[in-house]
């Protein structure tokens, strides 16, 4: 599976990535990525989402910081980068 390398426009403060691993380890998943996501919310907006995930899917772009793998499908991109 390829997915597509970005530079970063969505930025994990090294403190972020260590509560990150953190939640990977206690919840046993060491080695997931973390996915964030944007969906439609009707009336009242968009609604965020974060995510734990093994691995990514073949359309997300995948950014690396501070040796957490960050998984953000291309449509949450668009409206989160920056």
Avoid: N, W
């Avoid at 970005?6 to 990977?24: D, F, G, H, Y």
């Avoid at 080695?31 to 009336?43: E, K, S």
Wanted: charged share 25%; aromatic share 12%.
């Amino acid at each position: 599976m390829e997915t597509e390398q970005i530079q970063p426009s969505l930025v994990l403060t090294e403190s972020a990535a260590a509560r990150v691993k953190e939640l990977l380890e206690k919840h046993g998943k060491t080695g997931y990525g973390f996915r964030v996501f944007v969906r439609g919310g009707g009336c009242s907006g968009f609604t965020y989402g974060l995510s734990l995930e093994k691995d990514p899917m073949s359309t997300d772009y995948v950014l690396e910081q501070y040796g957490i793998r960050v998984y953000v499908d291309k449509y949450s991109y668009e409206l989160i980068k920056g």
